[in-house]
């Protein structure tokens, strides 16, 4: 009898979801049997593997496959996050704890009858890639799981176990590349989901990845790859791209860092720093995150700098939706700590940008003291982030074969509950780095940190239907959202401005972002 139970449920998991008696999910993937949760018409799967344990051995080397398991496993709590400091006090996790084994993925995916197969959403969180996690809470899938979509969050190595080159790795590596294993590990679950997604109830012709920041910045880098463009159908990025320089850092630059950290370390092979704990080196890099990890051009994630690909048109050919915020930095980037006056921002300009600055100046000017906030706010949100946002929507349209959407976030989070009441706390000068991912995951409620008003929920369910309909269509159109036409190659574009009154208009500062790509990439 239990020969015959067993047999039912292999066959039953074999064509997707199966049933028991206390109606949990269960799945069969290719390494073994899932069992999930249903929580009120959704399938939820936490905490499953995608790659080995990066432990030991399998420290800085390039994810390997899982080992298959035998038996039911319980797929009920996320897993840990990768090793990492506290960085961001605006990150919430629910993870079960810090980890270098860290390799897993979360599942939502609505409930369904027949053998439809959904879009898919793989998100990839952001942090600078030095911190972040699948289990934070702005990036649960419920809420786009509940609009038709299949939706995952992926967790990878971050700063030194994510990034970390040295001579000795590239010549044991099968590829003669080191570093790049955070990216490394987002194709790899990529891979995982096109073989497995379709028991789970999703389309593995229909994958759409997205993320924020460090998240977007590693979309860029997937549809760059030859190793992973293939996987994907649509991208969306928020806030940041590979593109922001002509060249990353060369494999054998990035290994001097690497022989630094060695010194640092005490050490002088990679044994014995594989053999040091990995509280010891996540010690180390903490007061040397810069100079010790960076991506790098290693001949096999990125075979050459990711601009030149794009230029050739050697990325991923397909859909685009694209953008980021008002206020992705702010003026003390430019002045530090002196006052904002029109002599001080004068000043900044010409130490750092030289014979340029006057076009600098002409381009984000400040005619009285009161206008040098928002100045230097610009420009500092343009250099950091904007440009090369900027950039990447520029070249797919050129070069990507399929529509690119571009949009421009400017509505501000309301007040904090412990400072709603409070009228002396200064107004935003716009949106601010990351304040968009709780409106376009539909996550509001997941966070009690501010006062929501109505118009925050009008934003979100605005922003969150184009992200769904561009997960399922590559069109972010439909009914009940303004129409938005995508990007012309060659001149100003048509931008989407988000906010309480969303709207489409011709984009406002090409020729800012054509100085930063003078400025920036020499062109």
Known sequence: MRLLTAFLL????????????????????????????????????????????PVGDLRWKEPQPVKNWTGIRKADKFGPRAMQRPIYSDMMFRSDGVSEDCLYLNIWAPVQKGNARLPVLVYFYGGGLM???????????????????????????????????????????????????????????LRWVKQNIAAFGGDPNKITIAGESAGSTSVSAQMASPLSKQLINGAIGESGSVLGSSTLTSL?????????????????????????????????????????????????????????????????????????NSQENYYTSILGRDTPTTVNYVNALQKQYGDTAADVLKLYPAATDEDVQQAGTD???????????????????????????????????????????????????????????????????????????????????????????????????????????????????????????????????RDRYLLMEQIILKK
């Open 10 to 53: 292999l066959a039953a998991c074999s064509h997707g979801f199966a049933q028991t008696h206390n109606n949990p999910p269960r799945v069969k993937t290719a390494n073994g049997i899932l069992e999930g949760v249903n929580d009120s018409g959704l399938y939820i799967f936490k905490g499953v593997p995608f790659a080995a344990p």
């Open 131 to 189: 911190a972040g996690d699948g289990s934070e809470y702005r990036y649960e899938g419920e809420s786009m799981a509940r609009r038709g979509i299949v939706a995952i969050t992926v967790n990878y190595r971050l700063s030194i176990f994510g990034f970390f080159a040295h001579p000795e790795l590239t010549k044991e590596s099968p590829h003669h590349a080191s570093g790049n294993y955070g990216f490394l590990d987002q194709t790899a679950a």
């Open 252 to 324: 054998a630059d990035a290994e001097q860092k690497g022989m630094r950290l060695a010194e640092l370390a005490g050490v002088k092979t990679l044994a014995e720093l594989r053999s040091l704990s990995a509280e010891k080196l996540q010690e180390l890099a903490a007061n040397h995150e810069k100079e010790i990890f960076t991506t790098n051009v290693d001949g096999y994630f990125f075979p050459k700098s990711p601009l030149p690909i794009f230029e050739a048109g050697e990325q991923a050919q397909v859909p685009l939706l694209v953008g980021w």
């Open 379 to 509: 420009l500092a949100s343009d250099r950091t982030i904007g440009f090369n946002t900027w950039k990447w929507s520029d070249i797919q349209s050129q070069t990507g074969g399929k529509p690119v959407y571009r949009y421009f976030y400017t509505h501000p989070r309301p007040a904090t509950k412990a400072t709603a009441t409070n009228p002396s706390k200064p107004a935003a000068r716009g949106a601010s780095h990351s304040s968009e991912i709780e409106y376009a995951m539909g996550n509001l409620a997941t966070n009690p940190v501010y006062n929501w008003q109505p118009e925050d929920y009008q934003v979100s369910q605005t922003m969150q239907t184009y992200f769904a309909n561009f997960i399922k269509t590559g069109n972010p159109n439909g009914t009940g959202v303004p129409e938005w036409h995508p990007v012309k190659s060659g001149g100003p574009a048509t931008v989407m401005y988000i906010d309480v009154n969303t709207k489409e208009a011709t984009e406002k500062h």
